[in-house]
């Protein structure tokens, strides 16, 4: 005989959590829109700060990162297949510069474009530059002058896939490789959004 509790809810269904999750990427990954973070509060009875990886933290009404949440199940009308909705739009940078349509007004990226615009903005961005965002940005000028040493690429390598991570449309770092040589560093990354093909980036 099954109780009430033993069934489960309609209209929602369990999906896995990881490690550095947030509800914003969560509901990115499971719900197809990072701004519908909201609706994974209630359904699992969750307090700031909802979820962590830390195990002292977690308890009642936080969830530790690799149980399973309760979603919402969306319905196949209100998944979308545009990547322009999920990747959204920016004004087109270049070099740190603002780029100029022909008609002279801004230029913009949308899309996959806008995507791989953020991951390199991220990447080139020291972290602790931004004041008011002092967790945006990598750390790879912070290696330059520390030797091309494997360890020293391996940090960058490691921290490199945790930056990018922080990007709700970013569902996995399938790879980053850094190179360290004198003053520069450099790193080739390939990512797999919450949706389409996997992107690769440069910097």
Known sequence: MSTEFDKPLSGFAFVE??????????????????????????PNGLVPP??????????????????PILVPAPSAAAQTTDSKEVFGTDVALRNG???????????????????????????????GDLIYHMSYGSILRSLIGTGATPAAELLAASSTKATLLQDPRIDSVTSAKATISGDTASVDVEVQPVMGQSVTVSV
Do not use: C, M, P
């Open 97 to 127: 510069l603002l780029q100029a349509s022909e008609s002279g007004d801004f230029a913009f990226v949308t899309g996959v474009d806008n995507l791989k615009q953020a991951v390199k903005n991220r990447l080139e961005t020291e972290q």
């Open 17 to 42: 959590t990881h490690h550095g999750d947030t509800l914003q990427r969560i509901a990115a990954r499971a719900l197809g829109d990072a701004a519908l973070w909201w609706q994974l509060i209630s």
């Open 50 to 67: 909802y979820i962590t990886d830390d195990v002292s933290q977690a308890g009642s009404g936080v969830l530790l990162t690799g149980q």
